[in-house]
């Protein structure tokens, strides 16, 4: 089979907006921050309820399809069995999704928010119920409405490429909204939207975990400064365009696979080494508390609750996971043909949903305990910036140079495999949905996401990083919404959900509805 042939008129005007961004960040730095500025204060004070009842209904959809009699249906033909094991399956979707993110804010996230917790709440900083609060929504922001995010966006591109026969384009999943297949300009729009998104999202990960790998290397090495910053993001674009050219089956696999095993062995260590007994206590009770306010969690606008924090935590979080719904949902069907709806609902949102709650709970439930408990204090190192916390509360145990030492190898690898993975997505949107795109292609992409991640990191930081992902994901939340609504009205007509139940006529008893003939089960 011929490969497909880039779509070059979409490539260029692809290529030609992420190149002026970066152009405008190059050189006028100041101009790119004001304007992301403003622009950012806009969108949250005008559509902050836009993300939160998006993301609110992608986590209603998703498990209303697994529980009802679409589950069943498989994302494939129905005799097509899943490509990969459970165990690579889980690694690379888990790599894909969140891994550099759960490495910067496992520690962060709740100790910013016992040392400040969120505002018109009334809680008192630094007290028990502070660290109750920081727990549930550190769970609220990683847990279940992010994976509900990317399991509709994958389920609905699976599904139309592997069940439906269409082409692997982002635009083709949107065919039952115009009775057919979308016009060219429409289709084009739609992908680009979704390179974009993917290109923004993705480069803040990569700025994310060069922070946190640049300050990893000043804590061992005592090195740091812009040129480092440099260094750090060209070494690692080099290594995961090296990993994406080498395809799903070589490079993805084996690297998320052994990204699991790190991250296992650095959580165990951290369970061991640190507050054993208050981690065992810190399980049940964050869960609870999570599942107990979820629904005030997650109706919270800027109507009762301070709009800058909400632009800064939960507006952020349905942003990027949002920016990221394009390639997390493109790779994670990649991967998942074969599965049926409820297998890849329950695997796609319980099991990296109960991952990210242990990872919480040991890493960041260990420093919010140690704080309480006046056994360390992370107040001066958060001070330095959000990418020291987890190298604070290594420092407090045992072996902490080798511990720094492989959660920035940790960090660094989670940094190839999801850079790479979007790289092939990418490639893939860009030739009208191939699954092999050409290996240029896919090198183009690598090297434009780090010059993106380069650019955002050195114009305004993280702050740079959140604006550019809260803008772009914007429009693309309107177009999730049209997905969702393109996905059930396709499956409402697949025949492998099985027949609508049949109604029993009300008002006779069973008996008597047998004697009289108007029993549909006889």
């Excluded at 394009?326 to 297998?343: H, L, W």
């Excluded at 407090?396 to 660094?412: H, N």
Aim: proline share 5%; hydrophobic share 55%.
């Amino acid at each position: 089979m011929r490969p497909l042939r880039p779509d070059l008129s979409l490539v260029a005007v692809a290529v030609g907006l992420l190149l002026a961004v970066v152009l405008w960040g190059a050189v006028f730095t100041e101009s790119l921050t004001r304007a992301g500025d403003a622009a950012l204060g806009w969108v949250v004070a005008g559509f902050g309820w836009l993300f939160v009842v998006a993301a609110d209904l992608f986590l209603v959809l998703a498990v209303v399809l697994a529980l009802s009699r679409f589950g069943r249906i498989r994302l494939g033909r129905d005799d097509d069995v899943p490509e990969f094991s459970n165990l690579s399956w889980t690694a690379m979707m888990f790599s894909a999704g969140m891994g550099i993110g759960l490495m910067f804010y496992g520690v962060a996230e709740p100790m910013t928010h016992l040392l400040d917790p969120p505002p018109d709440l009334g809680i008192t900083a630094g007290s028990p119920q502070a660290a109750r609060t920081a727990m549930e929504y550190s769970l609220f922001h990683w847990t279940l409405h992010p994976w509900a995010i990317y399991a509709v966006t994958g389920m609905a591109l699976a599904y139309s490429t592997f069940r439906m026969g269409r082409g692997n384009r982002f635009s083709e999943a949107f065919t039952p909204l115009f009775g057919g297949r979308p016009r060219p300009l429409v289709g084009r729009l739609l992908d680009l939207l979704a390179i974009l998104a993917t290109a923004f999202g993705t480069a803040t990960s990569l700025g994310l975990g060069s922070l946190q790998v640049e300050y990893a290397l000043n804590e061992l090495f005592g090195i740091s400064g812009r040129r480092l910053e440099v260094t750090v993001i060209v070494v690692l674009t080099a290594a995961f365009v090296l990993s994406a050219a080498s395809g799903v089956n070589r490079g993805v696999r084996i690297l998320s696979t052994l990204n699991v095993y790190l991250a296992v062995l650095l959580a165990a260590f951290i369970f061991v080494f640190g507050p054993t007994v208050a981690i065992l206590d810190l399980v049940p009770a964050s869960l609870g508390g999570y599942l107990n306010d979820l629904i005030p969690m997650a109706s919270r606008t800027g109507a009762f609750i301070d709009k800058e924090w909400l632009g800064q935590w939960t507006l952020f979080y349905w942003a990027w996971w949002m920016s990221w719904a394009p390639f997390v949902g493109a790779f994670i069907a990649r991967i998942s043909r074969g599965r049926t709806i409820r297998e890849f609902v329950v695997g796609v949102l319980l099991i990296p949903s109960g991952a990210s709650l242990l990872w919480f709970s040991i890493s960041g439930g260990s420093a919010v305990w140690l704080q309480l408990s006046g056994a360390a204090d992370f107040s001066a190192k958060l001070a330095e910036g959000t990418e020291a916390a987890m190298f604070a509360l290594l420092d407090d145990l045992p072996l902490s140079a080798l511990t720094t030492a492989v959660a920035a190898v940790l960090v660094a690898l989670y940094f190839v495999t999801g850079a790479d993975s979007a790289s092939l997505v990418l490639g893939s949107l860009s030739t009208r949905g191939s699954l092999h795109p050409a290996r240029p292609l896919v090198v183009m992409w690598g090297v434009l996401i780090g010059l993106v991640a380069l650019v955002l990191l050195l114009a305004g930081g993280l702050e740079a990083l959140q604006q550019a992902t809260i803008l772009i994901a914007l429009p693309f939340a309107v177009v999730m919404l049209m997905l969702c609504v393109a996905l059930v009205k396709e499956l409402r007509e697949d025949p492998g959900a099985g027949p609508l139940p049949r109604r029993r006529p009300r008002g006779l008893p069973d008996a008597l509805r047998r004697v009289s003939g108007e029993d549909d089960t006889r």
